[in-house]
C-alpha cells in the first residue's frame, strides 16, 4: 500500500548522508510512495539543486517554526500507515515539539543516526529523553553507531537496529586507463582534520622522492576547513601537476568515472557512502581499518586496509598497487560484487520498508 514518506534532514549540505537520503527517496518514490525530503534549515543548499533532476519533492524551512510543523502536518492524511524518518540529531530537535501530535495522527516516527558521535551534553540528553516517548524505531548505518548511541542514552535494545547503506550499482563501463601506466588516485569527503588528507599527501611525496618511476595523479574531490592548507602542502610536497583540487562535485561519474584507486585515510568512519560508490564502480579502495570500513574493504580480496596515522603501512600498500596495476583492476571487480551482493540501494529500501 502506498504511504506518504517524509524524510527529514538538518540542511541540503553535500554529505554522505544527504546523499543517501536522496537515493533512497528517489527509489521509494518509483515505488509509488508519496515521498519529499524535508530541511530545517532555510536556505537552499549545494545539494536541493538535484531536486530539478528527481521525481521527489524538496522542501526547505520557512524559517518559522509554526508554519513547519503546520506544513509537515498537512502533508499527512488522517489515516494512519505513513512514515516521518528523521535522518539527523538536530532535525530530530527542531521537530520534538511536532512528536505527539505526528503520533496522534498515526504516523511512524522512524530516527536515523548516520555519524557516530555521542552527543555528550545534558542538552541533547533532555533532546533524546523526550523523543524516546514517541520514536518508534532508531536505527544505524553501523554497529559501532549502535553500541555509542545505546551506551550513552540507555534506551532499550528492541528500538535499535543496525540498517546498512546502500547505493546504485550502476552498468560497469569500461574505464579510461590513465598513458604510460598512471595510476589516478583519489581522496573523496570533506576536508577536516579527522579525515587526515595530509597523511595521503605525506606518503606520495616519499614515493615520488624515493620511486621516481611510479607514475600517478591524485585527485581531491570535496571542500572544507582544511582546504586551503592541503592545497599548500600539495604544492609544496609533490610535484607540479600531480595533485589536482576539483572542489565540490555532485556528479558521481565525473568523480569515480576517471579513478582507478579511492584512498580513505580517516581517524573513524561509520559505513562510509564513499567507499561504496567508489567499489560499486569498480574503484578499489585503500582505507584505515576503521568503524564499519572492514566489512566493506576486505583485506587482499575488495581493497587493502592499514592502521590509523600508520604512514608506512599506507605507503607500502600504494607500493604494492603502484607496481602493479593489474592487481587494481582484479580489487575492483571484486569490490564491485561485494557492493552488488551486500549493499545495493534496493537492499537498504527492502530493510526500511519492513521497518515502515
Not at 181 to 209: D, F, N, P
Not at 210 to 234: C, K, M
Not at 308 to 327: G, I, N, Q
Amino acid at each position: 500500500m502506498p504511504k506518504n514518506v517524509v524524510h527529514v534532514l538538518s540542511s541540503f549540505k553535500v554529505g554522505g548522508a544527504e546523499r543517501l537520503v536522496l537515493d533512497l527517496a528517489q527509489v521509494q518514490s518509483l515505488e509509488d510512495d508519496k515521498v519529499a525530503v524535508f530541511s530545517c534549515r532555510a536556505a537552499q543548499d549545494a545539494l536541493f539543486e538535484e531536486f530539478e533532476h528527481l521525481a521527489v519533492e524538496g522542501m526547505v524551512s520557512s524559517g518559522k517554526r509554526f508554519q513547519d510543523y503546520r506544513a509537515l502536518w498537512s502533508w499527512f492524511p488522517s489515516t494512519g500507515g505513513h512514515v516521518l524518518h528523521i535522518h539527523s540529531p538536530a532535525a530530530l530537535r527542531y521537530l520534538a515539539p511536532l512528536l505527539p501530535l505526528l503520533k496522534l495522527k498515526g504516523v511512524s516516527l522512524i530516527y536515523t543516526r548516520h555519524g557516530v558521535a555521542p552527543l555528550e551534553s545534558k542538552a541533547w540528553g533532555r533532546v533524546h529523553a523526550w523523543a524516546r516517548l514517541f520514536i518508534d524505531a532508531t536505527t544505524f548505518v553501523s554497529r559501532v553507531g549502535l553500541e555509542v548511541f545505546h551506551k550513552r542514552f540507555a534506551w532499550p535494545r528492541r528500538m535499535l537496529m543496525p540498517v546498512s547503506n546502500g547505493v546504485f550499482v550502476p552498468d560497469l563501463k569500461p574505464r579510461e586507463t590513465g598513458e604510460g601506466g598512471l595510476v589516478r588516485i583519489g581522496s573523496v569527503g570533506r576536508m577536516v582534520t579527522l579525515k587526515a588528507q595530509s597523511h595521503l599527501i605525506q606518503v606520495l611525496s616519499q614515493i615520488q622522492q624515493e620511486s621516481p618511476n611510479l607514475r600517478f595523479e591524485v585527485h581531491f574531490f570535496g571542500d572544507g576547513p582544511e582546504l586551503n592548507a592541503l592545497q599548500s602542502e600539495a604544492g609544496q610536497l609533490l610535484e607540479d601537476g600531480t595533485s589536482v583540487f576539483h572542489g565540490m562535485q555532485l556528479d558521481r561519474e565525473k568523480v569515480y568515472g576517471k579513478l582507478d584507486l579511492l584512498v580513505v585515510c580517516s581517524e573513524q568512519e561509520g559505513l562510509s557512502l564513499a567507499i561504496m560508490e567508489a567499489m560499486a564502480r569498480g574503484v578499489p579502495v585503500v582505507a584505515t581499518d576503521v568503524g564499519d570500513s572492514p566489512k566493506l574493504v576486505l583485506n587482499e580480496q575488495t581493497g587493502l586496509l592499514y592502521e590509523y596515522a600508520d604512514l608506512s603501512a599506507l605507503r607500502a600498500a600504494l607500493e604494492s598497487l603502484l607496481h602493479k596495476p593489474d592487481r587494481i583492476k582484479e580489487l575492483g571487480l571484486a569490490a564491485r560484487q561485494h557492493i552488488l551482493e551486500h549493499y545495493s540501494l534496493q537492499k537498504t529500501n527492502a530493510d526500511y520498508q519492513s521497518l515502515y
